[in-house]
């Protein structure tokens, strides 16, 4: 019986040590797994950082497609990797400008990088030798460059240019029917079939000369564009410093005040105009002061009217008017000789 108690209490001495020697081994077994996992973990960050940092290299000079080859492994590899999604994304992506009259690489860049010394990346990605031989509606591939395209796109480059406002009031969706083209779209909503350029680079459309059946286009409204009254604005101020320069201050201070606000040729209006009331006052007061003298009250009575239609401010000319009204009144109630 003790033999049988001696041996069962070193079963149960053996069997606890074997246990603890166990727990201790997988402990030490988890611990060093988490290890490796972590040491693995950071050489994937590390070499992920690095792809990252040489796609940068290849995207600062317009190497579109070597960035996107550098990453074509790791994002099938990590495709849950947020940065390398959001870089496979946008070197995948379509970006497009066309070039308007006027454009140049370096304002595209300018709007697209906030830097318009980056025109080479736009030139490099498009196998443009020289920004001298940019031509006119010539579709160029915009390359993405972090992070400076948030929130840019076509309608805000060439909003003022090409429609009269910087943003679109809202944006139309259009489903695209059998026999649609982008032409005839342009026309109907832009009055211009040109502009069927600015719908397939707002759109991203690779080839605008096939529209899928089916998919939706966004169509930005712009505001009703103002009327260009520039070149009759600029006759009506020759015809009103034509007047000024005959004395006709009347007519000329008449053709200043036309000019229409928003013109570009308002302040020069409001300046010609502030001057031509003065030198037009000023002038029929001595009219006026002439007339009186030569015992014509009512002609002076007539040139002062006219100096403070020009120029109401006129108090001496005020009060001489008042002078000379009495003395006409005065006059009548003269009677005639028989």
Known sequence: MKNFQKVTILGILLAFGVGLFGCVTGEQQRIREQELRRQAEAREAAEIDAILAQCRQHLQKGEVEAARELLEGVAQARPDHAEVRLYWEKVNARLYSTVYPGNTLSGIADYYYDDGDK??????????????????????RVPWLPPCD??????????????????????????????????????????????????????????PAS?????????????????????????TIKRGNRALAKGEYEDACNAFASIPKGSTYRKEARN?????????ASHFDRLGDEAFQNSAPEDACRYWKTALRLDPGRQEVQ????EAEDLVKALDLIPSLP
Not at 272 to 280: I, T
């Open 119 to 140: 025109w080479t990346l736009i030139a490099h990605a498009n196998g443009i030798s020289s920004p001298k031989k940019l031509m006119r509606y010539h579709r160029l």
């Open 150 to 207: 948030e929130g840019k796109d076509e309608a805000g480059r060439l909003g003022n240019q090409l429609f009269g406002s910087s943003r679109p009031t809202k944006i139309v969706l259009h489903p695209v029917e059998q026999g649609d083209s982008l032409e005839a779209l342009a026309a109907k909503h832009y009055g211009d079939k040109k502009l069927s350029y600015f719908l397939a680079d707002y759109n991203r459309i690779q080839d």
């Open 211 to 235: 529209l899928e059946k089916g998919s939706s286009l966004k169509i930005p409204v712009f505001p009703p564009r103002k009327k260009d009254t520039s070149k009759k604005d600029r006759e």
């Open 272 to 280: 010609a105009m502030k001057a031509c009331k003065a030198e037009g």
């Open 319 to 322: 009060e001489k008017l008042k």
